[in-house]
């Protein structure tokens, strides 16, 4: 057949998504994932009279259910959830960090972690909380939730960090939150007794172990500026005694704040990959896709050169959430967020690392961390970043979001990235296009302005990017816009190439802020592939998957 003819090729030039090499997610899952039905409906003949020319900011809402259902298709099922006891491997993660700061309640949280469908809790081991009289160590609060969270399904990471006010007495805190012990030899001797004493606990329940937090910058590096000569010296001797406990364990470098390529280089030029399997990183970004796909690359590169006859390391994403409110303590509070905009953050976020092949990626946090504690006391404010509201444990929007992600994207589903190029977005006719002009505003618009107010959603197009579940094919694709402008979308088709490694046969549009999973009525067969008509580019991921990839 002869490939499809693209009437524009301005959004392929602008796409962010390169062929990276592929870094297939391994495993299998007992139970699939379900569906309200089991097939869609059958595709019918796009008609004139279900295409509205209402305008709506896409947001979850029931209007924008509605508007969906009228122009793109029918809502013929919805996505089901799947505990993590249910999926048997996955690249996704959560934070369950500051319990050693008694930050909130983890009873209060197990049932969602339990439902949540991650595979992966990162927790911090909290030396200042287990020893509180110098060489006595009670694990009885650590034990506690290592154990809960393994019997939710879900394998706990370690975060190995911070100091103990029993050899830095001058911490402004219990915790001695970023007082690093190697500056005191005393103190290190300490440490590294600790060291051992945590690994030898824990050996036989948690394998992957991250070195201290955020040594890049000042608050998490104390009383001395950050070094990374002085950080791999760190590395080197806890790692030393880890591997003496665990042979096996998974050290991970780095959980460096945000991205910085020169501190990643002096830490390999003074050998931190001769001590590590792994580096993770922290990128809070209001634009999550901003300048990311490149850096990525750039320390994909970095750690090539340095590896030499080593295995390259894995890039994890270790530490990154967005606040539901303005106001929050910590990274990106200086913006205008709601719970919706987290929700749409928080699927770009994931869904971009999936894309870019990222081993492992952790949302911050589970749970919202009322009165933070930076390591300098209590304070009166919030960090709002939690899946969950810190006042009542209920879920926000962005846990139903990431929920939806967690059911579709385990191990099962795989990135194929050399497949990208069988699918193109294609502007819609002027003709044909929702006409701003005759916008109304329908009732039940959640989080945004007027729509006579809303612009065009705008920014640079992320895919579409392909992967497979199971042998059949779902395309991810979004606009990288702003994050704190509500935007109704703009309609484009979505070309996608017959391919015998990508057989779409009867394809569907899964809105993963709402779980709706919907009809495509202006969807047809042309010469060498499809044209899926009149189809929504948003401000965050719509996934187009072909229905036998979600048949339980």
């Known amino acids: 057949m002869a490939p499809l003819r693209k009437r524009s090729s301005e959004f392929s030039r602008r796409s962010l998504i390169t062929g990276l090499i592929s870094l297939p997610m391994g495993g299998l899952i007992a139970n699939r994932l379900g569906f309200a039905e089991t097939s869609p409906p059958a595709i019918g003949a796009a008609s004139p009279v279900t295409c509205t020319r209402t305008r709506v900011v896409l947001d979850g809402s029931a209007a924008a259910q509605d508007w969906l259902s009228k122009n793109v298709g029918p809502k013929f099922a919805a996505v089901r959830p799947r505990p993590g006891r249910e999926i048997s491997a996955s690249p996704l993660s959560v934070g369950m960090e500051t319990l050693d700061r008694r930050m909130f309640e983890p009873d209060r949280a197990y049932q969602a972690l339990a439902e949540l469908g991650v595979k992966w809790a990162r927790l911090q081991t909290g030396w200042a ?9 009670d694990f009885a609060w650590l034990d506690e939730v290592v154990d809960a969270v393994s019997a939710c399904g879900v394998r706990p990471w370690f975060n190995l960090g911070y100091g103990n006010r029993l050899y830095t007495p001058e911490a402004e805190d219990d915790s001695a939150v970023g007082w ?21 606990h824990f050996r036989d329940r948690v394998r992957h172990w991250e070195l201290w937090n955020e040594p890049n910058i000042a608050i998490f590096w104390k009383p001395n500026p950050p070094s990374a000569e002085l950080y791999v010296q760190f590395v080197a001797q806890t790692a030393f005694v880890i591997r003496r406990e665990i042979p096996n364990a998974v050290l991970i470098g780095g959980a460096l704040a945000g991205m910085p390529t020169d501190y990643l280089t002096s830490a390999l030029q ?10 993770s990183y922290h990128p809070y970004r209001p634009i999550p896709e901003k300048g990311y796909a490149q850096t990525v690359e750039t320390w994909r590169r970095l750690l ?14 270790g530490e990154n959430g967005c606040p539901s409110k303005r106001g929050s303590a910590g990274a990106l509070s200086d913006y205008d967020w709601t719970e919706t905009r987290q929700a749409k953050w928080l699927l770009r976020r994931i869904l971009l690392d999936l894309v870019l092949q990222v081993e492992l990626t952790s949302y911050f946090h589970l749970v919202d961390l009322l009165h933070y504690n930076w390591g300098s006391g209590s304070t009166d404010r919030g960090n709002f970043k939690g899946l969950l509201r810190g006042a009542d444990y209920s879920p926000k929007p962005a846990y139903a979001a990431y929920q939806r992600l967690c059911a579709l994207f385990d191990a ?3 990135r194929a990235a050399g497949a990208d190029s069988a699918a193109a977005i294609d502007v819609m006719p002027a003709s044909l296009a929702l006409d701003p002009k005759t916008s109304s505003s329908p009732a039940g618009l959640s989080d945004g302005p007027a729509l ?45 190439q017959d391919s ?14 709402s779980g709706g999973v919907h009809q495509l009525l202006h969807a047809r067969r042309e010469s060498g592939g499809w044209r899926l008509g ?3 580019l948003a401000d965050y991921p719509l996934i187009v998957a072909d229905s036998l990839a979600l048949n339980s």
């Open 129 to 137: 909380r287990t020893e509180t009289r110098p060489g006595e160590y």
């Open 180 to 200: 690093i012990p190697i500056f005191r030899e005393e103190a290190m001797a300490a440490w590294l007794k600790f060291v051992g004493v945590c690994a030898r």
């Open 500 to 513: 015998p490694s990508l057989p779409m046969r009867r394809p569907v549009l899964i809105d993963p802020l």
């Open 304 to 317: 090539r050169e340095h590896a030499g006859e080593r295995l390259v390391p894995g890039l994890w994403q």
């Open 412 to 414: 099962e589903t795989v």
């Open 270 to 279: 003074h050998g931190l990959l001769d001590h590590v399997d792994k580096l």
């Open 452 to 496: 006579a107010e809303a612009p065009e959603v705008d920014g640079d197009v992320i895919g579409p990017a392909a992967f497979l579940r199971r042998g059949a094919p779902l395309w991810v694709y979004w606009k990288a816009s702003s994050m704190t402008i509500d935007a109704v979308p703009q309609i484009v088709d979505l070309l996608i």
């Open 534 to 536: 009149r189809l929504p």
